[in-house]
């Protein structure tokens, strides 16, 4: 058996509407199939070998030694069913037929690659984290996100909204989860390039204040409020959520910044911004989320090498749970899961749309990264691997009086 009929056999035999093209010229697959896996070379199987889980393969499409023809994400459809931890023998059986021991010389990783130092969720590592996905460059971000500059699951009113129409609408119904009213303070952790911050100012006259640990965020937040005019009701800094110094808000929204806690710190963030709150004050906490509890964290995966350094995801109940034994009555939760799949969609079309223009000014390396990223978390939570929910507690008086209404309408 040639080396391509033998990935093409793990991929899924020849139901799997993929084809693949090697660099020995063999061929296997669909002639006609609309999606082609070219492997450019030897050291993309060397990868592949020695890869944990989606590693190898990421690695091998960052550095260019895979390349995909065609639809990305119709590719990583057809590769879902790819056994990634396929047993020791069929591990074995694949190595001989794809070129033999030799392939177990693990080629130096591309250098988009990171290894952060430090102990984990220090605030120094944490700041070295939070650079590495942030600081990439603002102007990347704007052709991104689009003018929103929301870097977080949008809310679709109609299928057919636009993202611009669905970040609004996901900023929206945060405030109206947190019943923002005008004079109200509210703090926002990890508040990304401010877009929660000016919506609370903009459109219902909150105080607000924005934190992030990326440094260009803070400062291109810091200047749309002022071009905004919003500089009397809305502020960003760049510092981390622990070193926040004022108390008594009425409000607490925190929108994508859960992920990067760490498992092991939830209690205390949660503590945290429980003591932040005056009694009756609200939190909204919008995050990424497994669908269980018992799944462990994916350590030197693709997402924590390449995307989210240190990240760690579970299950809401988990979060649920740490909530409830701070203090916090939970009065609200949903899955908007199948929303942050069509997020990604947009972000995916955005970042074709300026192809060469991200090319230009991150490096077609960092461009791979993104590419491949996006079309994995949309396949992600459309197929369940991912969720994200909205949870919403309250810090009760100590009478019980939490200040919500019988039912909640957010309409």
């Not at 056994?83 to 069929?90: K, N, P, T, V």
């Not at 650079?131 to 991104?144: A, P, Q, T």
């Not at 057919?160 to 970040?167: G, N, V």
């Not at 760690?312 to 899961?337: A, C, K, P, W, Y």
């Amino acid at each position: 058996m040639g080396r391509a009929e033998a990935l093409e056999r793990v991929i899924g035999g020849g139901t799997s509407g993929v084809a693949v093209s090697m660099f020995d010229g063999t061929r296997a697959g669909d002639p006609n199939a609309a999606v082609t896996i070219h492997v450019r070379n030897e050291r993309a199987l060397a990868y592949v070998a020695t890869g944990k889980g989606d590693l190898g393969l990421a690695r091998a499409f960052v550095s260019g030694d895979i390349e995909v023809e065609g639809d990305l994400y119709l590719a990583l459809a057809a590769l879902s069913r790819l056994d990634l931890e396929m047993s020791l023998a069929d591990r074995w059986r694949l190595l001989r037929e794809l070129g033999g021991v030799k392939l177990l010389r693990r080629p130096p990783a591309p250098e988009q690659e990171v290894h952060l130092r430090g102990r984990v969720h220090s605030k120094a590592r944490d700041q070295e984290a939070i650079s590495h996905h942030y600081d990439v460059s603002n102007k990347f971000y704007e052709w991104l996100l689009g003018p929103s500059m929301a870097y977080t699951c949008a809310v679709y009113p109609t299928r057919e909204a636009t993202l611009e129409e669905a970040q609004f609408a996901k900023f929206d119904l945060v405030a109206k989860k947190l019943a923002l009213a005008p004079g109200m303070r509210l703090l926002d952790v990890g508040c990304g390039w401010g877009g929660m911050v000016m919506h609370a100012a903009r459109e219902y006259g909150v105080r607000a204040l924005g934190v992030t640990l990326s440094r260009r965020q803070a400062e291109w937040a810091q200047k749309a409020i002022a071009e905004a005019g919003l500089t009397e009701l809305a502020e960003v800094r760049h510092l981390d959520y622990r070193d926040v110094p004022e108390q008594s808000f009425d409000a607490v929204s925190s929108i994508g910044l859960t992920e990067h806690i760490g498992l092991k710190q939830l209690s205390g963030y949660f503590q945290f911004l429980y003591g932040r709150l005056r009694p009756g004050g609200r939190l909204l906490n919008h995050c990424i989320t497994m669908p269980t509890n018992a799944e462990g964290v994916k350590r030197g995966w693709f997402i924590q090498r390449y995307v989210f350094p240190d990240g760690e995801l579970t299950g809401v109940g988990r979060l649920v749970s740490e909530m409830q034994d701070i203090g916090f009555e939970v009065r609200h939760e949903e899955n908007l899961r199948e929303h942050y799949g069509m997020t990604t969609r947009d972000w995916s079309t955005n970042l074709n749309a300026h192809w060469d223009e991200v090319v230009a000014e991150v490096g077609i390396g960092k461009a791979r990264v993104w590419r491949l990223y996006l079309a994995g978390v949309q396949l992600a939570f459309e197929q369940n691997g991912i969720q994200l929910h909205q949870v919403l507690g309250v810090k009760p008086h100590p009478d019980g009086n939490a200040e919500v209404p019988l039912r909640f309408d957010w309409a």
